[in-house]
C-alpha cells in the first residue's frame, strides 16, 4: 500500500512538478521557494486579532507577489502551492505563539465554503492549507464546521458591513471533537477578522477551549 502510494506521488510529481508560488517556475521537490522569492520574504511574521481578539498569525502581508500567489492558489487551481504555503504558514506559527501554546494545541481545521462554491471551485484552498499545516505539525486535522448559509462575498462590502454578512452563516458539526479542545483556525487570509472571528465564535459556543488562527496573508495593519 505504501509502495504504491509514493509511486502515485512520484508520478503526480512528474505530471504536476513543485512550483514557487510566489513566481510559478518549477522548484526541487523539498523546497518551498526559488531562491529569488525567498529573498523576498519578511524577515518577521506578524500577529493580527480576529474579531473576538483571537490572535492570528501570519508570514506575509497581501502585496505583490505574495497577492498573486493566493490570487493563484484561490481561483485558479494552483493547489500545488499548499504544502509551500503551509511552511511559511506554520513558521509564523511557531514564530507568533508560545511553545506552551503550540505544545497544548489538539487539532487543526478551517474555514469551510458554502458547499454550492466549493463544487464551483472544486476545493476549498483553507482546507488544503489546514491539512498541510496539520500535518507539518503532527496534529489532526478535524472538519468541524460548516457553511451552513451563502452571504454576499466578503471582499464586496465595505468593512463595517462584514461582522453582519458572517453572521450566523457558520455551525459547528462535530460538538464532541470541538469540546474541551484547543483549535488552530487555518484560513488563506485575513481582511477585517470578521470570518475566522465569527467561525472561532461557534467553535467556542460548542465548547472549544481555545481557538488561535493562522494564515498565508494579512490584508490589515499588525498590532
Ligand atoms: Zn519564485
Known sequence: MDKNNSFKEKMLKLIYPNRC?????VIPNQEYACNKCKALLPQYSVTVYAN??????????????????????????????????AVLTVG???????????????CVACVPMHPVD????????AELLAK??????????????????????????ARSERPQNVRGVYRCVNKEAVRGKRVLLIDDIITTGA????????LKKAGCKSVSCAVVCTVGEAL
Open 21 to 25: 508560488p510566489f513566481c510559478d517556475k
Open 52 to 85: 473576538g481578539g483571537y490572535p492570528c498569525a501570519a508570514p506575509l502581508r497581501y502585496t505583490g507577489c505574495f497577492a498573486d500567489a493566493v490570487k493563484r492558489f484561490k481561483f485558479n487551481h494552483h493547489t500545488g502551492y499548499s504544502p509551500n504555503l
Open 92 to 106: 509564523a506559527v511557531l514564530e507568533r505563539f508560545s511553545a506552551e501554546e503550540i505544545a497544548a494545541l489538539d
Open 118 to 125: 466549493q463544487r464551483k471551485r472544486r476545493y476549498n484552498q
Open 132 to 157: 498541510d499545516c496539520a500535518a507539518l505539525m503532527e496534529l489532526p486535522y478535524e472538519a468541524l464546521l460548516e457553511k451552513h448559509k451563502r452571504n454576499q462575498v466578503q471582499h464586496t462590502l
Open 195 to 202: 470570518t475566522l472571528g465569527e467561525c472561532a465564535r461557534m
